[in-house]
């Protein structure tokens, strides 16, 4: 006995399945439509809630930085009222104060010589 499992109707008829008809096929795509609406709405929503999320975390952390922003502020304008502008020295407390320039350049490294071969 011989079967043939490649033809569409013998799949369709040991799967129970009946070929769709125009009512089918409307029912298919409105059933499909309102998946695809359903699933943009939850992503919208969801995106809307990670998007909330993380403006509370930055108010947060603006909230709580805030007495680190008045400090600097207030360092700035001490600064600049001892008429201390772009030339200022800067020094961290250890040795000479800086002159305020930055020097930027390359260095070459030249290797030593590999050791002779016995």
Same mark, same amino acid.
């Given at each position: 006995?011989?079967?043939?499992?490649?033809?569409?109707? =013998?799949?369709?008829?040991?799967? *129970? #399945?009946?070929?769709? /008809?125009?009512?089918?096929?409307?029912?298919? !795509? @409105?059933?499909?439509?309102?998946?695809?609406?359903?699933?943009?709405?939850?992503?919208?929503?969801?995106? =809307?809630?990670?998007?909330?999320? *993380? #403006?509370?975390?930055? /108010?947060?952390?603006?909230?709580?930085?805030? !007495? @680190?922003?008045?400090?600097?502020?207030?360092?700035?304008?001490?600064?600049?009222?001892?008429?201390?502008? =772009?030339?200022?020295?800067?020094?961290?407390?250890?040795?000479?104060?800086?002159?305020?320039?930055?020097?930027?350049?390359?260095?070459?490294?030249?290797?030593?010589?590999?050791?002779?071969?016995?």
């Amino acid at each position: 006995m011989e079967r043939n499992r490649h033809t569409p109707r =013998a799949r369709g008829a040991s799967a *129970g #399945l009946q070929p769709a /008809g125009p009512l089918g096929k409307i029912f298919a !795509a @409105l059933i499909g439509s309102i998946l695809l609406v359903l699933g943009l709405m939850f992503s919208v929503v969801i995106i =809307a809630v990670a998007i909330a999320f *993380g #403006l509370i975390i930055w /108010g947060w952390i603006w909230w709580k930085t805030r !007495a @680190l922003r008045q400090q600097m502020r207030a360092q700035m304008e001490a600064g600049m009222a001892a008429g201390a502008g =772009a030339s200022a020295t800067y020094s961290d407390g250890e040795g000479a104060p800086s002159s305020g320039r930055v020097i930027e350049g390359e260095v070459i490294r030249a290797d030593d010589p590999p050791p002779p071969e016995r």
